[in-house]
């Protein structure tokens, strides 16, 4: 597409034109690259080193031209396998983590290996999803982050399978790379697979459309992504929604093949592109208590008290409130659920649970003093509809 165009809706803003986005991510200075377990490993199992050399390449020529690279890799039960002499993918969790446990080495020195070929050092970060939905242990990794790029150092991160297993139930590191890349403030993140792009169906149906670009989630209506291949956990599915969580949080999305690293890093047009939201980019907290953040209960509101959440700008009372759940404390985040059950958004709970029990319904004028304060205030209540 060409041009500036509008999106859906009556007051959605301009999209850059894919060219625009393209070059944008060309251009990107801090970008995050993934890598999916069948990418980089043999289907026998093992590091596929021949092609791993070839990303590495690609990776450094963009270095080279002034990039941040942090990897996202994928790969460590697929690594795991050789060495333990396992013929298929392990089935059971504590194989699998065992086996990931064993092939995070070897992938990891590899990555290692490889990069030296260009006097370059690298670092392994295992992150869980959430570590970042800490505030203080997403910091902390932030703070390694960038440290690591100061010092030249290129960030290896997976998700830590020991303790956290939702990227090898869901997601083949997808969800992760996107929560990293708007951890760091990453100007692009670049995922890669076994797929060129996303197809509207099955890519080998006759019939099947390339979509090169994708706005909003109407451009997304009718797709059928599939749900994973034999080596990983990705499918396309969990890269779509990784992508859509990233271009929410702002950052600009390049979906593609493994084989393509070179053309989509140099900003040739390959893969689909997600772009992010033009007008309202998510603060940072946010986008963390909508994604990231553990919810730590819920608050049920009635409809007047949903308009209004909804329309944004407007604090949470109690007179709204029709029931909670959950042993929150003040500073928690806590989900913010319509009549209906629809989750309407989150936000930071000014109340402990216990305090909080006693105010439902009641008009703030009726409560004691110390109770006068919002149940969340506008400015830590953030919904899922509008996004701002
Ligand atoms: N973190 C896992 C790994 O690196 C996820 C990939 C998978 O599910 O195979 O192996």
């Known amino acids: 597409m060409t041009g500036q165009e509008r999106g859906e809706g009556v007051d959605t803003p301009l999209y850059r034109s894919e060219a625009e986005l393209r070059s944008e991510i060309a251009g990107a200075k801090k970008i995050v690259v993934k890598f999916g377990s069948s990418s980089l490993t043999r289907s026998s199992g093992g590091v596929d080193r021949v092609r791993m050399d070839r990303y590495v390449e690609a990776l450094e020529a963009r270095m080279a031209a002034g990039s941040d690279v942090v990897v996202v890799s994928s790969g460590a039960i697929a690594t795991g396998r050789k060495p333990l002499k396992m013929v298929t993918r392990p089935k059971d969790l504590a194989t699998k983590q065992a086996a990931a446990a064993v092939g995070q080495v070897q992938l ?47 960030p290896i991160i997976n998700e830590n399978d020991t303790v956290a297993t939702s990227e090898m139930r869901f997601g083949d590191n997808d969800r992760l790379a996107a929560l990293v890349a708007h951890l760091i403030g990453a100007d692009a993140l670049v995922l890669l697979s076994d797929v060129d792009g996303l197809f509207d169906r099955n890519p080998s149906d006759p019939g099947a459309r390339f979509l090169s670009e994708v706005r909003s989630g109407k451009d997304l209506e009718g797709v059928l992504a599939g749900d994973g291949g034999p080596l990983g956990t990705g499918g396309m599915a969990a890269k779509v929604s990784a992508a859509r969580l990233a271009a929410r949080g702002g950052v600009p999305v390049l979906l593609t093949s493994a084989d393509n690293i070179a053309p989509a890093l140099a900003g040739d047009d390959v893969g689909t592109v997600f772009h992010p939201r033009p007008d309202k980019r998510l603060s940072a907290w946010k986008f963390w208590a909508l994604y990231a953040a553990d919810a730590e209960g819920v608050l049920r509101i009635d409809p007047g008290a949903m308009r209004a959440v909804t329309r944004g700008g407007t604090s949470l009372l109690p007179v709204g409130i029709t029931g909670i759940d959950g042993e929150f404390h003040r500073g928690d985040i806590v989900e913010v659920i319509g009549p209906n059950g629809e989750a309407i958004g989150r936000g930071e709970v000014g109340y402990d649970a216990d305090v909080l029990a006693g105010m439902i319904g009641r008009n703030t004028a009726d409560l004691p003093v110390e109770q006068r304060r919002a149940v969340i205030h506008a400015d830590y209540l953030s919904n899922y509809a509008s996004r701002v």
């Open 108 to 154: 990891a020195s590899n990555w290692s290996d490889s990069f030296e070929r260009f006097e370059r050092t690298v670092a392994l970060i295992l992150l869980t999803a959430g570590d970042t939905g800490d505030r203080d242990r997403a910091r902390n990794a932030q703070r390694t982050i960038d440290r690591l790029r100061q010092l030249r150092v290129i």
